[in-house]
């Protein structure tokens, strides 16, 4: 068995953000697709760890940020390597707000989600989520993880379901 | 809502196989990502009117062939727009057998999994799949969705969570 098989598998870079009371939270996502074509859903798989999980199972809502290959690599350190849980990662960060949830500016499109279903496994959680909005905010080129991996040299934290030691 | 923010997520292009008593069967999928790392399992959404779907609840095992960006188009053109159901899709098809799994000998690289868990929608089934073995076959850039469309020109069968009519 080869490990790197699993590598072969493509994906694209997202912030999900959902809100604790008054407070923003959000993290970056790579297992993100979308499931069902009428009504949309989306599936997208966060590690029990994150703050981010039991955020969105208490909020039931969420948004799907999906960047571009131009985007502030700022936002990749910010959301993807600290915990919303000790850290306000939306207070150097542009963004705004639609349906109670928050949206990174720096996006080229946004996924509003109801959560409909959710999905145990041992360490990470898949969320099923009813797209209730969506708009492409600019022109960009969605990242893909193979670019983020192979040309920006991005690396994947702990808590990732493609983290290899 | 601009549904063609949907068309921003990324994905793979695969085969999905399993067998039916004897005769193996098998689509194109395009949503599959790694949900843990450690065991490894990974998820993957088939229409309920895939015959593979039915399939892979009786067979309780599937392999995913990742294509690469060099594959035969043919492959796509077999395993996406006809059914198992009443065609022999491995009959022109050159491919081998691990574990009782055909696998496509045109792909990048195989995954086999033990279903473990499957999450059912309006139109489609999640299955959630513990990796069991996986290798490298070739060396080829594995293809996105997005090259598909842009380069190929491919299009989605009606069967295809991201199908636009």
Redo the contacts between chains.
């Keep these: ?6 590598t ?5 870079m997202y912030v999900v953000c959902t809100k604790n009371g008054d407070n923003f939270c959000g993290c970056i996502a ?14 997208v ?1 966060i590690n029990h760890n994150n703050y981010t999980n039991q955020c969105i199972k208490s909020n039931r809502e969420f948004s799907l940020c ?1 960047l571009g290959e131009n985007v502030n690599p700022l936002i990749i350190g910010t959301f993807g390597f600290r915990s919303s849980k000790d850290y306000d990662k939306f207070a150097n960060t542009k963004f705004f707000v639609k349906d109670s949830l928050p949206i990174c500016e720096d996006s ?4 509003l989600c109801k959560l409909i ?1 959710f ?1 145990e ?4 959680t ?1 969320f ?1 989520g009813e ?6 905010i600019k022109n960009d080129t ?5 670019y983020y991996h192979n040309v920006i040299k991005g690396k994947s934290p702990k808590n ?5 030691e």
Tied chains: 1, 2.
């Excluded at 072969?8 to 694209?12: E, I, V």
């Design positions: 068995m080869d490990k790197l098989a699993l072969k598998l493509s994906y694209g790579n297992s993100a697709m979308q499931i069902t074509s009428e009504p949309a859903t989306i599936a798989s999906v080229c499109a946004y996924i279903d999905v496994t041992s360490t990470h898949i099923v797209v209730f909005d969506s708009e492409i969605p990242m893909t993880y193979s990732a379901p493609t983290y290899m």
